[in-house]
């Protein structure tokens, strides 16, 4: 299993954590003096942010940092905590996304919803215990969202950073939702082209996951045009690659290591770059069975036939070397003396961990 680095020095997660530890119980204090019972959803949403994730856009956030500051730099303490406001949005994406794909698990626990629907249950309340569960849900990731915005503008860093900062802020906010709508309407229309996994790719994931933190960050630093320019093209490749390897663990992965049920994707039907080039390799019959059997509960059979045909047409093995090959690109984008060396090596560690990770 690879060991994911931390983003720019030891001690950088540790400060990430108090960061977000110190913003949530303060948000929450605001939340208990409406309503007790309000704050112990609110806990779920510290829980779920402060006891799980691989914190990957913070890194990120504070490596775009690190490439445009000085050697000796340490971030300071306003710009932890700007680039740790990225981990609350990231917690409102999988919160709803839970939700969308009717997940039952995330890193080895309950989703939210299903949290909130047992205690429903538990406390015997009136009405449908699972619309409950997701009407709290939905209303826990929105409120992870207005505390990543109140966390990255009160960090305290100068208004002229805060305001470069802002413009790629935003944008990736529009294009992960963006992404997510399109993803959603790709499952639904039952595409099977390899451009519509290519952009929910490119914008759901590789701009929010790495491009744009990246970004944030070098702003942050007050970073040149060819600085942000190095970066966004390690972001774009990195996070696609990103997401190709999460579409192998959606197939292959181990649960005991990822903490959601093997082959999950397909039971969710997701339309992945892997599954269009498994339709697209796959001799007729075995095609037809990967349609036939996406988005139902395969039993044991059908998951294995089902990846063996992505094995044996190719699919796998493309996807691999389409890995390899955006591993490459990034690297190769942050060659030039844009990149300060230190950023460059922090860089390359995080690429690793992104790209060859198992869980």
């Known amino acids: 299993m690879v060991t994911v680095v931390t983003a720019t020095r030891p001690g950088d997660g540790d400060r990430v954590l108090g960061a977000l530890r110190h913003h949530l119980d303060g948000r929450r204090r605001v939340v208990a003096g409406?309503?007790?019972?309000?704050?112990?959803?609110?806990?779920?949403?510290?829980?779920?942010?402060?006891?799980?994730?691989?914190?990957?856009?913070?890194?990120?956030?504070l490596a775009g940092w690190s490439a445009a500051s000085s050697a000796d730099a340490i971030a300071p303490d306003e710009i932890v905590t700007a680039c740790a406001a990225l981990e609350l949005i990231q917690a409102c994406a999988l919160i709803h996304d839970d939700i969308v794909d009717a997940s039952d698990t995330r890193r080895g626990r309950p989703t939210v919803h299903r949290s909130v629907e047992a205690a429903h249950r538990e406390h015997g309340w009136a009405g449908d215990p699972a619309r409950y569960g997701v009407s709290q849900a939905i209303l826990v990731g929105d409120l992870a969202l207005t505390w990543a915005d109140e966390m990255f503008v009160t960090s305290?860093?100068?208004?002229?950073?805060?305001?470069?900062?802002?413009?790629?802020?935003?944008?990736?906010?529009?294009?992960?939702?963006?992404?997510?709508?399109?993803?959603?309407?790709?499952?639904?229309?039952?595409?099977?082209?390899?451009?519509?996994?290519?952009?929910?790719?490119?914008?759901?994931?590789?701009?929010?996951t790495v491009e744009r933190p990246l970004h944030i960050g070098a702003e942050l630093a007050g970073a040149g045009d060819d600085t942000v320019a190095a970066l966004r093209?390690?972001?774009?490749?990195?996070?696609?690659?990103f997401q190709l390897r999460d579409d192998?663990?959606?197939?292959?992965?181990?649960?005991?290591?990822?903490?959601?049920?093997?082959?999950?994707?397909?039971?969710?039907?997701?339309?992945?770059?892997?599954?269009?080039?498994?339709?697209?390799?796959?001799?007729?019959?075995?095609?037809?069975?990967?349609?036939?059997?996406?988005?139902?509960?395969?039993d044991p059979a059908e998951l294995e036939r089902a990846r063996r045909v992505l094995v044996d047409s190719g699919a796998v093995a493309s996807v691999e070397a389409e890995i390899d090959s955006l591993t490459v690109r990034a690297l190769d984008a942050i060659g030039s003396d844009a990149v300060s060396d230190h950023?460059?090596?922090?860089l390359r560690d995080l690429a690793e961990a992104a790209t060859r990770r198992y869980a």
């Open 343 to 346: 950023g460059r090596d922090t």
């Open 248 to 298: 192998m663990l959606g197939v292959y992965g181990d649960p005991e290591v990822t903490g959601k049920p093997s082959g999950d994707d397909l039971r969710e039907g997701k339309r992945t770059l892997l599954l269009a080039r498994g339709l697209a390799l796959a001799p007729t019959g075995d095609a037809d069975f990967l349609l036939a059997v996406l988005g139902t509960d395969l």
């Open 233 to 241: 093209e390690f972001g774009v490749a990195v996070g696609q690659a």
């Open 156 to 208: 305290g860093v100068a208004p002229d950073a805060l305001g470069r900062a802002l413009g790629p802020w935003y944008a990736m906010k529009t294009e992960v939702l963006s992404g997510q709508m399109l993803d959603i309407l790709a499952e639904s229309s039952g595409a099977t082209d390899e451009l519509t996994p290519t952009r929910v790719n490119r914008f759901k994931t590789a701009a929010y």
């Open 34 to 61: 409406v309503d007790e019972r309000v704050d112990a959803l609110a806990g779920l949403l510290s829980d779920f942010v402060l006891t799980g994730g691989k914190r990957m856009r913070p890194r990120f956030g």
